[in-house]
T-cell receptor
Framework: AQSVSQHNHHVILSEAASLELGCNYS??????LFWYVQYPGQHLQLLLK??????LVKGIKGFEAEFIKSKFSFNLRKPSVQWSDTAEYFC????????????FGGGTRLMVKP | EPEVTQTPSHQVTQMGQEVILRCVPI?????FYWYRQILGQKVEFLVS????????KSEIFDDQFSVERPDGSNFTLKIRSTKLEDSAMYFC?????????????FGPGTRLTVL
């Protein structure tokens, strides 16, 4: 069965710092990869997704993620965070032989200090 | 921008009672899902629904759970006899096609508290 790991549970950064959140998955086949964000009191929103092609994908709000197949990783990055990026970030994977279900990581709670 | 909506936002119930959680998916979407997140744990897949029938379900989705699309807009999750361990945030999601390459759009969730 596929699984997703997010190693950082809590991250605290100051504004303008660079961000990298790790995501690793365990599945040997073809996968679709997603990062979702949940701002306080709001629903899960899609930040970006990777299905195929260029392994460096750009999403909304200046976020990007790089798919490294050999490392089974899909890390999320942002060069300069803002206070408004304070949220919980979830990595999710859909394995192409697992129908449409998403398998989520445990989430990373990011706090950006002004 | 169209959104998935869910009602109620918070439901409190007594153990053993039946609850129905409601979702209105995005109007042209065809695939519907329920996920749950127990406090402090991962978001877990429960069930997917397409063409008026369940297409996949997880081990969590036992006989206590059922889903229904009673009309053209609502998608419901029923828990027949709630247990304390059913306390969680329940998220509905939908996608616009039957393929597994499309994005799931999530609702705001219903927080279920079983006393």
């Amino acid at each position: 069965a596929q699984s997703v790991s997010q190693h950082n549970h809590h991250v605290i950064l100051s504004e303008a710092a660079s961000l990298e959140l790790g995501c690793n998955y365990s599945y040997g086949g073809t996968v679709n990869l997603f990062w979702y964000v949940q701002y306080p009191g709001q629903h899960l929103q899609l930040l970006l997704k990777y299905f195929s092609g260029d392994p460096l994908v750009k999403g909304i709000k200046g976020f990007e993620a790089e798919f490294i197949k050999s490392k089974f990783s899909f890390n999320l990055r942002k060069p300069s965070v803002q206070w408004s990026d304070t949220a919980e970030y979830f990595c999710a994977v859909n394995a192409n032989n697992a129908g449409n279900m998403l398998t989520f990581g445990g989430g990373t709670r990011l706090m950006v200090k002004p | 921008e169209p959104e998935v909506t869910q009602t109620p936002s918070h439901q409190v119930t007594q153990m053993g009672q039946e609850v129905i959680l409601r979702c209105v998916p995005i109007s042209n979407h065809l695939y519907f899902y329920w996920y749950r997140q127990i406090l402090g744990q991962k978001v877990e897949f429960l069930v997917s629904f397409y063409n008026n029938e369940i297409s996949e379900k997880s081990e969590i989705f036992d006989d206590q759970f059922s889903v229904e699309r009673p009309d053209g807009s609502n998608f419901t999750l029923k828990i027949r006899s709630t247990k304390l361990e059913d306390s969680a945030m329940y998220f509905c999601a939908s996608t616009s096609t039957a393929g597994d390459t499309d994005t799931q759009y999530f609702g705001p969730g219903t927080r279920l508290t079983v006393l």
